[in-house]
T-cell receptor
């Protein structure tokens, strides 16, 4: 029954590995996002997808690639993980163009060792 | 892009007192003003929002006020309770735009 679900909740991996985080929403929203929250709690947008189109790509390294098989899913793939990638990654969804807030997933805590 | 500042970064109040957090923004086209609450280890959740055609909105113990001329809006929490302890984020935006720019957050501590 969860509106926005992310898996896994925790991810511990070694430097240099490749990993993916999955996100699914059942709210019928047409836009999904990935946010990174660092140790200081700053929330920064990484990507958004609207109808399978990437419409925002802030200055994120190209080691990060979002993949959206359909408008209910937005996965995040990360290549060659680095220590600085350690953070909590939140998926979120919304209806574009309307005055509504975002619904966030529960987050994935990524630790690179 | 939107430049967002929140003050204070940390706020400690006695239980039962009021708390006010201010958010200043730069984009005069912003017309949607939400506040999010993030409890420790949890996801950010929308708690209240306001549009630019409204000066104030209240929902039980929380309220948001907007001063569009001065480009700031504030979150007011009255009769604070321990469960109000959290980090609060503002995220003003132009309604049709995508991608919220969050403030850096205010850590609200409720002292018993």
């Amino acid at each position: 029954d969860t509106a926005v679900s992310q898996t896994p909740k925790y991810l511990v991996t070694q430097m240099g590995n490749d990993k993916s985080i999955k996100c699914e929403q059942n709210l019928g929203h047409d836009t999904m996002y990935w946010y990174k929250q660092d140790s200081k709690k700053f929330l920064k947008i990484m990507f958004s997808y609207n109808n399978k189109e990437l419409i925002i790509n802030e200055t994120v390294p190209n080691r990060f690639s979002p993949k959206s098989p359909d408008k209910a899913h937005l996965n995040l793939h990360i290549n060659s993980l680095e220590l600085g990638d350690s953070a909590v990654y939140f998926c979120a969804s919304s209806m574009a163009g309307l005055y509504r807030g975002y619904t966030f997933g529960s987050g994935t805590r990524l630790t690179v060792v | 892009g939107e430049n967002v500042e929140q003050h204070p970064s940390t706020l400690s109040v006695q239980e039962g007192d009021s708390a006010v957090i201010k958010c200043t923004y730069s984009d005069s086209a912003s017309n949607y003003f939400p506040w999010y609450k993030q409890e420790l280890g949890k996801r950010p959740q929308l708690i209240i929002d306001i549009r630019s055609n409204v000066g104030e909105k209240k929902d039980q113990r929380i309220a948001v006020t907007l001063n569009k001329t001065a480009k700031h809006f504030s979150l007011h929490i009255t009769e604070t309770q321990p469960e109000d302890s959290a980090v609060y984020f503002c995220a003003p935006r132009e309604g049709g735009a995508d991608g919220l720019t969050f403030g850096k957050g205010t850590h609200l501590i409720i002292q018993p």
